[in-house]
């Protein structure tokens, strides 16, 4: 078990773009947890502001466009893989989302990134949707960005208020 105070405290922006990256491929850590304890340290003058948001968006970024382009070559079965879903969940899901994909197209990508749970599906749906490659990434970049941007805000005003250092991660 690591302590996600102690790997940032150590490794900083590195620790800080290699947890986005895993995060953006599979969705772990939780995005909204990481970018809270960024908060939490920009709070505390251990970290940047803009630097913990450049990095974390590029990161998650690359790992929601590796996952995307991955899954749009290697397609359902590799999704299903990825996301670790037995048959059945996935294609509840696979269903639900797709259609909900045909509805909205692209804007749902964009909504879906700024919505808890379903953000970790997005870059699926597009690659199984077979979305365009630059529009999709600039989508999963806003996306990400607007994301970062919230969530470490969030961290940063309450970070006075809270002790990460007892929180831990696998």
Not at 63 to 78: A, H, R, V
Request: hydrophobic residues 50%; proline residues 2%.
């Amino acid at each position: 078990m690591t302590d996600l105070h102690s790997l940032i405290s150590t490794f900083s922006y590195i620790a800080i773009f290699i947890l986005m990256f895993t995060n953006g491929v599979g969705n772990f850590p939780s995005s909204q947890f990481l970018y809270l304890v960024c908060g939490y340290f920009v709070s505390t003058g251990n970290l940047l502001f803009l630097p913990t948001i450049i990095i974390g968006t590029t990161a998650n970024t690359l790992g929601n466009i590796t996952t995307f382009l991955l899954i749009k070559k290697y397609g359902e079965s590799f999704a299903r893989k990825l996301f670790m879903l037995d048959e059945k969940t996935f294609s509840k899901i696979h269903s639900a989302l797709h259609s909900t994909f045909q509805d909205k197209g692209l804007w749902w990508l964009f909504l879906g990134k700024l919505t808890p749970s379903i953000k970790a599906f997005v870059p699926m749906i597009a690659g199984l949707a077979n979305t365009e490659n630059k529009i999709t990434s600039f989508i999963f970049l806003i996306g990400s960005l607007i994301w970062a941007i919230m969530i470490t805000s969030i961290g940063y005003f309450f970070g006075e208020h809270v002790s990460f250092q007892s929180v831990t991660t696998v």
